[in-house]
């Protein structure tokens, strides 16, 4: 094996926003993340729901002028019987 090929291995820090710490070794470094298996909705099975009904009455709030609108345009579309 050559000498000197491998790169430097050292134990490193990895530090969550949530304060969970991991050692292990990475050329990196000691680094830090936001989200970690002790904090993510995917592991703990916790799902935080953001503001949804908010999102749903500016959705509808957006579009319940157009609604009408669209309505209008396709029985302006069809040919009128006399």
Same mark, same amino acid.
């Given at each position: ?22 050692? =292990? ?5 000691? !680094? ?5 298996? +002790? ?5 703990? &099975? ?5 503001? =949804? ?5 500016? !959705? ?5 002028? +157009? ?5 209008? &345009? ?9």
């Amino acid at each position: 094996m050559k000498p000197e090929l491998h790169p430097v291995y050292p134990p490193s820090r990895i530090t969550c926003a949530c304060g969970n710490v991991v050692e =292990t070794k990475s050329t990196r470094g000691s !680094f830090s993340v936001e989200v970690c298996s +002790n904090c993510h909705p995917f592991f703990t &099975g916790k799902y935080k729901l953001l503001d =949804t009904a908010g999102r749903i009455d500016r !959705f509808k709030k957006k579009y319940a002028n +157009n609604a009408p609108a669209a309505k209008k &345009g396709a029985k302006a579309a069809e040919p009128e019987k006399a």
